[in-house]
C-alpha cells in the first residue's frame, strides 16, 4: 500500500507577535513537535510579507529540531539566532535513537570525506562507518547498518516508517509556495475560523482523504487568515477544501501553532479511521 503523504504550510508572520528571540524559538518548537506527533513529511515555510530572514529563521530552527543531537554541533554552527535551541522539545522520533547500535538499524548520518573505499560517515557511534559508494560530502543522508563489528558498514537507505519531516522555506507568497512543490499536492485543504466547521462536512472530508496521495493542510497567521492571503478567485481554485477545526473556540483568537496542533489531531483520526 502506497504511504499517504501530509505538508503543512506555516507563515513566517507566526513570530511577529513578540520581539522575544526566546518566545519566538519556543513557538516554532511547538509546531516542529506537532509536525513530528502526526506524521507530518514536509513542513513548508512561505513569507506571507514577512522579513525574510524571519523564514530563514524558522526553517533553521525547524530543522535543528529534526536533525539527530549527535549531528547538531557538527551542521550548525553557534549563531545567535540559535541561543535559545537549548528550550526546544525534543521530537524523540526514530531518527533521533537513544540506544545502542544493531545491525539493521537505520540513522541519519553526516558525510565527512571521500576515500578511496567510499564515503566515511558520522553516525554517532564510537568511531565513524563507511558507506561504499562515493556520495557528497557534508550532506546528512539516511542510512542502513549493514555490519557491525571492527568495521561499520552501511548502505544509502531509508526505512518505512516514519523518519521526520523535511523543510522547505521560501520567500513565495502562499500561492506560489504551493504550486512551486515538486511533486505537488493532489489534495489541498485550507484552515479557517469562517470555514464551515469540520463536523459539518465530516463525510466529504473522509472522502477526498480517502481518494488523496498527498494532502497539503495550510495555516493563516495571526494577522491575515487565508482569505486574506489567497483573495483572487484563481488562487482561492487551488484549495479544494476549507474547514474550521476549532469549532466553537473559547479564545478570540486561536494561534497558528495552536491551530496546527489541533487540526493534525483531527486529521491524524481521520487519516487513520477506516
Known amino acids: 500500500m502506497e504511504k499517504k503523504r501530509l505538508s503543512i504550510f506555516v507563515p513566517a508572520s507566526i513570530l511577529s507577535e513578540t520581539k522575544d528571540l526566546r518566545i519566538k524559538t519556543y513557538k516554532i518548537g511547538l509546531i516542529g513537535r506537532s509536525a ?7 513542513i513548508v515555510v512561505y513569507n506571507d510579507n514577512s522579513d525574510e530572514k524571519e523564514v530563514k529563521f524558522i526553517s533553521d530552527v525547524l530543522t535543528y529540531m529534526n536533525t539527530p543531537q549527535y549531528l547538531r554541533k557538527k551542521v550548525f554552527p553557534i549563531t545567535r539566532e540559535l541561543r535559545n535551541v537549548g528550550i526546544l522539545p525534543p521530537l524523540r ?9 544493531h ?21 554517532g557511534a564510537d568511531k565513524f562507518a563507511l558507506c561504499k559508494e562515493k556520495l557528497s560530502v557534508n550532506k546528512v543522508l539516511s542510512f542502513k547498518v549493514i555490519k557491525l563489528g571492527k ?3 552501511l548502505d544509502p537507505d531509508v526505512p518505512d516508517f516514519y523518519w521526520g519531516y523535511k523543510v522547505l522555506a521560501t520567500n513565495k507568497d502562499l500561492y506560489n509556495s504551493i504550486l512551486m512543490m515538486k511533486p505537488g499536492p493532489d489534495l489541498v485543504i485550507g484552515t479557517s475560523r469562517y470555514a464551515p466547521s469540520i463536523t459539518s462536512v465530516l463525510d466529504e472530508v473522509k472522502t ?17 487568515g487565508l482569505e486574506e492571503l489567497i483573495s483572487d478567485q484563481n488562487e482561492k481554485e487551488i484549495i479544494d477544501l476549507e474547514v474550521n477545526t476549532v469549532p466553537e473556540q473559547g479564545t478570540k483568537t486561536v494561534r497558528t501553532e495552536e491551530a496546527v496542533l489541533a487540526t493534525l489531531s483531527v486529521f491524524n483520526l481521520l487519516l487513520n479511521t477506516d
Not at 513530528?36 to 514536509?42: E, G, L, S, Y
Not at 522520533?93 to 547500535?101: I, N, S
Not at 539493521?104 to 564515503?119: A, N, P, V
Open 208 to 224: 477526498k482523504l480517502k481518494g488523496s496521495k498527498h494532502t497539503a493542510i495550510l495555516f493563516g497567521g495571526p494577522y491575515s
Open 93 to 101: 522520533t526514530p531518527h533521533h535513537p537513544t540506544g545502542e547500535l
Open 103 to 123: 545491525e539493521g538499524d537505520y540513522r541519519q548520518g553526516l558525510t565527512i570525506k571521500r576515500t578511496k573505499k567510499g564515503t566515511v560517515v558520522d553516525i
Open 151 to 153: 568495521e561499520i558498514i
Open 36 to 42: 513530528a506527533i502526526f506524521r507530518a513529511d514536509r
